[in-house]
C-alpha cells in the first residue's frame, strides 16, 4: 500500500524535502530555463507566512510539471516535486483503482475535460497507427447523461460520437438505444470504438453498467477501448461501493478519468489521468524535443503546485480518514433522501452517491435560486441538482426542505 496517512509536521517536512531537490534559482546557475520564482514584487514571499505553508511554498517556487513522469526522462530541476506527482498516481492508481504495482503511467491534468480528451486522443491514435484506420472510422460511444468534454472531444479530434439513450426512471444505458446507435454507426462506416462508462455522471451521479457496452460490442466482434470518466466519482464511488467494478482489476478498463478538485477540494487544476502501461507512447509528441523525456500529454507546462496539493490532501487523511469522509456525506445522503420521500417528491440518486438530482416540477424557480441548485438545463430546466459536498450540512439542508414542505403542502 502506497497510501498512508501522515501526521502535519510529516507532511510539511516531506514537501519541503522535494522543493529541496528542485532548482534553486537564487543559489544555482540556471540560466537557460524560461522560468523562475513567482514575481516577489506581486507575491509576498515572507518566511514568517511561507514556513508553515508547503503548499504556499510550492506556488511560490513554481515548479514546471511539464510532461509525464512515470515513463522516461522528466526535467531535472523539478525532480523533487516530480516524485511525488509519482506518488499521487501511484496512490490513485493503485490504492484507489486496484492497479498492479508498474502497470499503469498517468498524470496530473488541468481537469475532468482534458483527461478524457487525453484518453480518447490515445484511442484515435492508437487506431489510426496499429489499425492503419481512418479518421471518419472511428467514433466515440457514451451515455447521453455523459459530461459534454465528449462532444469537444469528438470535435477536436474529427471522430464521431453516438449517444446512448439512458432509462427516465433509474438512468440505466437503454441496451436496445446500444444496438440502435451501433447499427448506425456500422452504416455511416465506422469500424473501431471509444467507449466512455461513467462513475457518476455529472448531473445524477449514475452509473453506468459496463457489460451492457462489452456484451452488444463483443456480440458484433467490433474492437474497443474502454475509459472510465470518473472526473466526480472518481474519490468517492469507490469508497461508498466496495463492490465496484470500474477499475484497474477489471480487464476491460484502459484508462480512468478522475478529479481532484472536485470531490477531494483541491486546487482547480487538479485532474488525474491514469492509463495501463504502453498507451501514453500513442500521444507523445516527438516534436518536444526541447522537452526532458518529451511530452505524452495534452496540456505542455502545468504547475507541479497541484500535485502537491492533493498529495497533501491524501495523506492528511490516510485511506481509513477518506473512508470516514465519505461515510459521512453518504449518511447526510441518506438523510436528505429520507426527508424528500415523506414529502412525497421524486427524484434520482445512485444509493452509493452523494448526487441527488429532483424533478423541476417539485421545485418552484425561486427557491431553486434561493439555495442554489443546479439545472440541467437552464433555457427548460427538467431537473434540479442538490450535491451533498463537505459543507452541505444538515444545518444547510434544513431551512431548503423547510421551504419545499411549504411549496408542496400549498393547495
Ligand atoms: C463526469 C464529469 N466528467 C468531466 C467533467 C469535466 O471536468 P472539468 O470541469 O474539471 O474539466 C465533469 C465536470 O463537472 C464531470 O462531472
Same mark, same amino acid.
Given at each position: 500500500m502506497t497510501w498512508v496517512k501522515k501526521e502535519q509536521f510529516e507532511i510539511k517536512e516531506y514537501v519541503f524535502n522535494a522543493l529541496q531537490k528542485n532548482t534553486n534559482y537564487i543559489k544555482e546557475d540556471v $540560466?537557460?530555463?524560461?522560468?523562475? *520564482? $513567482?514575481d516577489s514584487r506581486v507575491f509576498? &514571499?515572507?518566511d514568517r507566512i511561507l514556513e508553515d505553508a508547503p503548499f504556499l511554498s510550492t506556488l511560490v517556487q513554481n515548479p514546471n510539471h511539464i510532461g509525464c513522469h512515470t515513463i522516461g526522462n522528466s526535467e531535472s530541476f523539478f525532480k523533487g516535486t516530480h516524485e511525488i506527482e509519482r506518488e499521487v498516481i501511484a496512490i490513485c492508481a493503485e490504492d484507489i483503482l486496484q492497479a498492479e504495482v508498474n502497470s499503469y503511467d498517468g498524470y496530473i491534468a488541468s481537469g475532468g475535460t482534458e483527461a478524457n480528451i487525453q484518453a480518447i486522443w490515445i484511442y484515435r491514435n492508437f487506431y489510426l497507427q496499429e489499425k492503419d484506420a481512418k479518421h471518419h472510422e472511428i467514433a466515440i460511444i457514451c451515455s447521453e447523461d455523459s459530461h459534454y468534454s465528449m462532444d469537444k472531444a469528438a470535435n477536436l479530434l474529427n471522430i464521431g460520437l453516438y449517444k446512448i439513450k439512458t432509462d427516465n426512471a433509474n438512468l440505466a444505458l437503454l441496451e436496445n438505444s446500444v444496438e440502435n446507435e451501433l447499427d448506425k454507426a456500422l452504416l455511416a462506416g465506422k469500424k473501431y470504438f471509444i467507449v466512455i462508462v461513467n462513475m457518476m455522471t455529472t448531473m445524477f451521479g449514475s452509473v453506468d453498467d459496463y457489460k451492457v *457496452?462489452?456484451?452488444a460490442l463483443e456480440k458484433r466482434d467490433l474492437p474497443f477501448k474502454m475509459h472510465v470518466d470518473a472526473a466526480f466519482g472518481g474519490f468517492y *464511488?469507490?469508497?461508498? #461501493?466496495r463492490e465496484y467494478q470500474l477499475n484497474f482489476a477489471n480487464k476491460y478498463i484502459s484508462s480512468v478519468t478522475l478529479d481532484a478538485h472536485k470531490m477531494a477540494q483541491a486546487p482547480y487544476g487538479t485532474g488525474i489521468f491514469l492509463a495501463r502501461k504502453g498507451l501514453m507512447n500513442y500521444s507523445t509528441t516527438k516534436e518536444a524535443s526541447y522537452v526532458a523525456g518529451e511530452d505524452s500529454t495534452l496540456i505542455g507546462s502545468r504547475s507541479g503546485a497541484n500535485a %502537491?496539493? %492533493?498529495?497533501?490532501? $491524501?495523506? =492528511? *487523511?490516510g485511506p481509513n480518514g477518506w473512508m470516514e469522509k465519505i461515510f459521512i456525506l453518504q =449518511?447526510?445522503? +441518506?438523510?436528505?433522501? &429520507? &426527508?424528500? +420521500?415523506? $414529502? #412525497?417528491?421524486d427524484y434520482f440518486r445512485n444509493s452509493h452517491s452523494n448526487i441527488v438530482t429532483i424533478k423541476s416540477r417539485f421545485i418552484p424557480e425561486v427557491l431553486a435560486e434561493k439555495f442554489g441548485l443546479v439545472p440541467d438545463n437552464h433555457q427548460n430546466p427538467n431537473w434540479y441538482k442538490i450535491v451533498v459536498m463537505d459543507h452541505v450540512e444538515i444545518e444547510k439542508l434544513e431551512p431548503f426542505l423547510k421551504e419545499l414542505k411549504m411549496f408542496t403542502e400549498a393547495p
Open positions: $540560466l537557460g530555463v524560461p522560468a523562475s *520564482y $513567482l509576498s &514571499q515572507d *457496452y462489452v456484451t *464511488y469507490p469508497f461508498s #461501493n %502537491i496539493s %492533493i498529495w497533501m490532501i $491524501l495523506s =492528511k *487523511y =449518511k447526510r445522503t +441518506d438523510w436528505l433522501c &429520507q &426527508q424528500l +420521500d415523506t $414529502l #412525497n417528491v
